[in-house]
């Protein structure tokens, strides 16, 4: 049993920056995978980033890529999103999941694990 929980969110204006963390209680094992979504107002959960647990490779939908870094501490359990240039679709409330599958699959439905949540609002 993992549990996840993000902080990290808050009021950002345009252009500006947040870094989101998610420290993980319980073991993640080598081959898992943690990652990132997000589900804006009247909208799907989406994926936003990933990253292999043992390879570090990083994953990205292509809307934050060159704005956003993905990244992990295996000594502290945690992984972190730092977010730059945030725009006003950048709002969201913003998840880390954990997948226990050695393959990434971008669906929301592969990920066992979420976090409670941590809202991002970016202003004009």
């Known amino acids: 049993q993992v549990q996840l929980a993000e902080s990290g969110g808050g009021l950002v204006q345009a252009g500006g920056a947040l870094r989101l963390s998610c420290p993980a209680s319980?073991?993640?094992?080598?081959?898992?995978?943690m990652g990132w979504f997000r589900q804006g107002p009247g909208k799907e959960r989406e994926f936003v980033a990933a990253?292999?647990?043992?390879?570090?490779?990083?994953f990205y939908t292509d809307s934050v890529k060159g704005r956003f870094r993905v990244s992990r501490d295996n000594a502290e359990n945690a992984v972190y999103l730092q977010m730059h240039h945030l725009d006003l679709a950048d709002t969201a409330v913003y998840y880390c999941?954990?997948?226990?599958?050695?393959?990434?699959?971008?669906?929301?439905?592969?990920?066992?694990?979420w976090g409670q949540g941590t809202q991002v609002t970016v202003s004009s």
């Open positions: 319980g073991t993640i094992y080598s081959n898992d995978i």
């Open positions: 990253i292999m647990w043992r390879l570090g490779k990083t």
């Open positions: 999941a954990l997948s226990t599958s050695d393959y990434l699959d971008y669906l929301p439905a592969a990920f066992a694990y």
